[in-house]
């Protein structure tokens, strides 16, 4: 039964977009959630209404009055995230079930926004160096941008029990097999 909503949080290097892009591949039942942001556009590949609704931050605040967002919030100073209403409509219409992938307060968020029709996976590494680790093998991050990186990751580590189910992403075939036992658990019930 479409309907459900899958949310895919961790710190930033986990491994949470590679899980999600992996049930997309194999589950034509879920539709990807995409974010509106204020951001800038990374270089020329990102493109408005597939990887972001990239919004003004003026368009984001109108948005806001109007309560068009599920939830949203300022994940960095300026720059604004969330997720509209509209977008998980869209997908449910299409008979899918909607999944995301946010950051942790987003995670949180939305699993309390959605209650019982969401299952909320707080993906996290064994460690704080293996998370470094990934995050230098990136060679984008600056040394300031990841550190930042990092301590936000700790911070966000605290957060963990706030959801459903913690999977830990040390082994990418098993944790793939995992997430796919796991919403294939939460589609059926």
């Known amino acids: 039964m479409a309907g459900k909503a899958l949310i895919f949080s961790a710190p930033s290097g986990s491994g949470k977009t590679t899980l999600v892009h992996y049930l997309l591949e194999h589950n034509p039942t879920l539709g990807f959630s995409i974010s509106a942001s204020t951001r800038d556009r990374r270089g020329r590949t990102e493109q408005h209404g597939k990887d972001y609704y ?3 931050p003026e ?3 109108k948005r806001i009055d109007n309560d068009e967002f599920v939830e949203w919030e300022e994940v960095y100073a300026g720059n604004f995230y969330g997720t509209l209403k509209s977008e998980v409509e869209r997908i449910w219409k299409e008979d899918k079930d909607v999944i995301f992938d946010v950051d942790v307060k987003g995670g ?12 909320s996976i707080f993906v996290k590494v ?7 680790e990934r995050l230098r093998k990136r ?7 990841l550190s930042q990186r990092l301590f936000k990751a700790k911070f966000e580590m605290k957060f963990q029990d ?3 189910v913690v999977l830990v992403n040390e082994d990418l075939t098993h944790s793939c097999a995992e997430a796919q036992r796991l919403y294939d ?4 019930q």
């Open 126 to 132: 064994p460690s704080l160096e293996v998370l470094e």
């Open 139 to 145: 060679s984008t991050e600056s040394d300031a941008s």
């Open 59 to 61: 368009e984001f605040k």
């Open 54 to 56: 990239f919004l003004t």
């Open 108 to 119: 949180i968020n939305l699993k309390k926004y959605f209650g019982d029709k969401a299952l």
């Open 185 to 188: 658990e939460f589609r059926n």
């Open 162 to 164: 706030d959801f459903d």
